[in-house]
């Protein structure tokens, strides 16, 4: 195989025994069972009412997602953020792109993350409530917002670090100024903006179950944060837990899906090392 | 493998293509200053430089590192404006880059890292106009030219160094340009893959009979490979003498050692590096 270039490359010196020799299907597994353990009798010593057990938990999560209470809750939750993100990622492209374009463009995007970026999410829900009222446009609103500063940043530095050659390659074969950015910059950026998402991923999460915890708005039918809520105020703790067990669980698949696009396309061309 | 030593068969006559005007030369670079704006303040590095490109030849631009040969090359390719003197192509004065004066960079990452070597030749005619399946076979058949048929297939990033700069020339090549701008493109590669591009890039010229300008500072490069060389002083660079070489012999020959006597002295290289360039036969 190629030899790849990568620092990663450097051997790690092999441990001679121990823990580390032991494959990883088996350590893993390992210490997911002692921590299991670990919060079994702390439920136990700490009583039904206040900590759910393991096994409760996986009996909620398996009934509420059978019966649809959990399912419903959670399917409205991540059409929001999705919807919230995706707005979040075209504004934040238009930007990006018009910030490129232009120097006005630069220095509004300039100015607008340093004011916006380093507010909390949730901050911003107050005054959504009070543009769109207590509904899911309010949601959208927050999510977007969360999502397109942390996305603007990161494709706009890919933008400025993108290789100049290959700038220069584009206007040379003939691209204009438009499609310098679509069809060099944009992709030359790819990595960057792959990892802004994923952290526009998390803070719209974030943001989006703080909401709900706080203000329980999520439109009619009410999400995640709503659900485990809920549940808190009349003691179902095992549903509690079987919320937060959801949360855990989107948030490895959703890590796993970032993995497998990374794989596909920014590893598979040797812009970013595995 | 007579080749390999050294020059190829010279063409006695050229045909000049017919696009352009008949008459004056297809580029134009009449007292051209160039610089950089660094810190408020405007360094020159070319300071006059002077010569005609006839369609059809071979010109090679020589001179010291850092004396300004890739400005030049950029200002010729439209990325650099001058700011004193005329570039004139074809007629043409005011050029921005296009696919006419097609480049190939002096730096290897100069391919789309996204895109198949296959991409990256269909590519920019697929820009210029060509059809899917039409840019698609062009681009095999100048890889096919470039020895890289086998690796249409391979991202950039598999690539040797080598392969990398032959797929950037099979790029610039298939585009068809008036006038092939190359930077270096061999500098950094060892001594023998070098002198097999070098003799890949004179069948492959004479094969298309594209107008080539080459930049270099191997004066073995520029003999093996130029009609005319134009010779650059130290930055900011002035043109020092131009030299024709066009029906002269191959490297065993009187003629051929005099000539490069004098490009060194033009240059006043050191012994060494002309040395380990001609150290290989
Ligand atoms: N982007 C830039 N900004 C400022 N100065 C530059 C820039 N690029 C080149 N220069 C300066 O211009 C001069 C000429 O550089 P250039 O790259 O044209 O040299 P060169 O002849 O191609 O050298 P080499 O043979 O090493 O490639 C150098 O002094 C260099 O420092
Ligand atoms: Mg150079």
């Known amino acids: 195989m190629a030899v790849s270039s990568s620092a990663a490359s450097i051997p790690r010196r092999p441990a001679a025994f121990g823990w580390a020799r032991i494959p990883a299907i088996v350590r893993y597994p390992l210490v997911g069972a002692v921590l299991v353990a670990a919060w079994h009798y702390y439920a136990v010593h700490k009583g039904s009412l206040f900590m759910a057990t393991p096994w409760q938990t996986v009996q909620e999560f398996w009934h509420g997602w059978r019966n649809g209470s959990l399912s419903e809750p959670t399917w409205a939750t991540l059409r929001l953020l999705l919807e919230g993100i995706g707005i979040g990622a075209a504004i934040a492209a238009v930007l990006t792109a018009f910030a490129t374009l232009s120097k006005i463009g630069e220095d509004a995007l300039v100015l607008l993350t340093a004011v916006l970026n380093p507010l909390p999410g949730v901050a911003v829900l107050p005054i959504a409530m009070l543009l769109f009222g207590l509904n899911e446009s309010a949601v959208r609103f927050v999510i977007a917002n969360a999502t397109i500063w942390p996305i603007a940043i990161a494709v706009s530095t890919g933008f400025k670090t993108a290789n100049q050659t290959l700038v220069a390659v584009g206007r040379n074969v003939g691209l204009s100024r438009v499609r310098v950015i679509t069809d060099v910059l944009a992709p030359a950026a790819l990595p960057q903006a792959i990892s802004g998402v994923r952290t526009a991923w998390a803070f719209g999460w974030r943001t989006i179950i703080a909401a709900e915890l706080v203000f329980g708005v999520a439109g009619s039918s009410g999400g995640l944060g709503n659900y485990i809520n809920n549940a808190r105020q009349y003691f179902l703790t095992p549903q509690v837990f079987a919320g937060l067990l959801t949360i855990a669980i989107l948030g490895v698949v959703f890590e796993t899906l970032f993995g497998q696009l990374e794989r596909r396309t920014v590893i598979r061309w040797g812009m970013k090392t595995s | ?281």
């Open chain 2, 1 to 281: 493998m007579r080749t390999l030593s050294g020059r190829m068969p010279r063409r006695q006559a050229r045909v000049a293509p017919s696009e352009h005007e008949p008459s004056g030369p297809l580029l134009r670079v009449e007292h051209v200053r160039l610089g950089y704006w660094t810190a408020r303040q405007f360094t020159v590095a070319v300071e006059d430089v002077s010569f005609d490109v006839e369609a059809g030849e071979r010109i090679i631009v020589i001179g010291p590192s850092g004396c300004g040969k890739s400005t030049l090359l950029k200002a010729i390719a439209g990325f650099i404006e001058p700011a004193g003197g005329l570039i004139q192509m074809a007629g043409r004065t005011s050029l921005a880059p296009g696919p006419d004066r097609a480049v190939v960079f002096q730096e290897f990452d100069q391919l789309f890292p996204w895109r198949s070597v296959l991409s990256n030749v269909a590519y920019p005619l697929r820009v210029n106009g060509h059809r899917r399946r039409a840019a698609i076979a062009k681009a095999r058949q100048y890889l096919e030219l470039t020895n890289l048929a086998h690796a249409a297939d391979r991202y950039p990033h598999q690539l040797s160094g080598g392969m990398k700069q032959r797929v950037a020339i099979a790029r610039a090549l298939a585009l068809d340009p008036t006038l092939l701008l190359m930077d270096e493109p061999f500098g950094s590669l060892d001594a023998i893959t070098r002198q097999r591009l070098q003799t890949e890039l004179n069948r492959i010229v004479e094969q298309t009979r594209v107008t080539l300008l080459f930049v270099t500072h191997s004066i073995e490069e520029a003999l093996v490979l130029g009609d005319r060389i134009v010779v650059l002083g130290d930055a900011p660079s002035r043109v020092i003498a131009t030299v024709d070489i066009r029906g002269l012999g191959g490297p065993e020959t009187v003629e051929y050692s005099q000539m490069r006597g004098r490009l060194r002295e033009l240059l006043a290289v050191d012994k060494e590096e002309v040395e380990e360039i001609g150290g290989l036969e």
